[in-house]
């Protein structure tokens, strides 16, 4: 079982930055590929980016592309996102997830998730 505890999110104007952390409990979070998911109101979760348990793989929504940037930190069970030039459309709740699968295929897809965290609200204003 990982317990999952997102942090970071806040209020910030257009053109700001932000860094999420996800904190994990276990001792097997190096063994995990990590996502990092987001739900605006009145809409669906979508995935905004992953990486590999080795941190040697990351992938993107297109959306965040140049924006955001997803790492890791297996020696403090953590994983960030950096998010950047933060636009109103990125308003939604930030949530990480854990992914106990081996390889990296598949790491935008919600269902491949076995772990979530409660989520961190990020609010962007104009």
């Known amino acids: 079982q990982v317990q999952l505890v997102e942090s970071g999110g806040g209020l910030v104007q257009a053109g700001g930055s932000l860094r999420l952390s996800c904190a994990a409990s276990?001792?097997?979070?190096?063994?995990?590929?990590m996502g990092w998911f987001r739900q605006a109101p009145g809409k669906d979760r979508e995935f905004v980016a992953a990486?590999?348990?080795?941190?040697?793989?990351?992938n993107y929504a297109d959306s965040v592309k140049g924006r955001f940037a997803i790492s890791r930190d297996n020696a403090k069970n953590t994983v960030y996102l950096q998010m950047n030039n933060l636009k109103p459309e990125d308003t939604a709740v930030y949530y990480c997830?854990?992914?106990?699968?081996?390889?990296?295929?598949?790491?935008?897809?919600?269902?491949?998730?076995?772990?979530w965290g409660q989520g961190t609200q990020v609010t962007v204003t104009s």
């Open positions: 276990g001792r097997t979070f190096g063994s995990y590929n």
């Open positions: 997830a854990a992914d106990r699968r081996r390889f990296f295929a598949g790491t935008h897809t919600e269902r491949n998730y076995d772990y």
């Open positions: 990486i590999s348990w080795s941190g040697g793989s990351t």
